[in-house]
Nanobody
């Protein structure tokens, strides 16, 4: 089971850190992806990380603003989001897929590859 937290309402330019806790399994042989769904839009990939070597991937919209990381001791993946924009508003989900080795965004953005999903956390960016 994956449990997201950290969503909140912030103003444009603000920051949030989302957490994704794996509560029933260890992350060692998995990749974790962060996805988001804006109102009226399809869910899209934002970022991903391979736990085995901490290689990461980012959507173009996230590059330079978001950072994904893992704390293995806490079995938790984080998504640090800076310089938030109104367009970042949505429900953010984390998901897990078995994976070992390096990855890039091209290898981790397909939602159908992931078989364990959290229930999401709401991020609202508005003035």
């Amino acid at each position: 089971q994956l449990v997201e937290s950290g969503g909140d309402s912030v103003q444009p330019g603000g920051s949030l850190r989302l957490s994704c806790l794996a509560s029933t399994f260890t992350l060692d042989y998995f990749a974790i992806g962060w996805f988001r769904q804006a109102p009226g839009k399809e869910r899209e990939a934002v970022s991903c990380i391979s736990i085995s070597d901490s290689s990461t991937g980012y959507a173009d919209s996230a590059k330079g603003r978001f950072t994904i990381s893992v704390d293995a001791a806490k079995n938790t993946v984080y998504l640090q989001m800076n310089r938030l924009e109104v367009e970042d508003t949505g429900v953010y989900y984390c998901a897990a897929v078995r994976h070992h080795g390096p990855l890039s965004f091209n290898l981790c953005h397909r939602q159908s590859d992931y078989d364990t999903w959290g229930r999401g956390t709401q991020v609202t960016v508005s003035a």
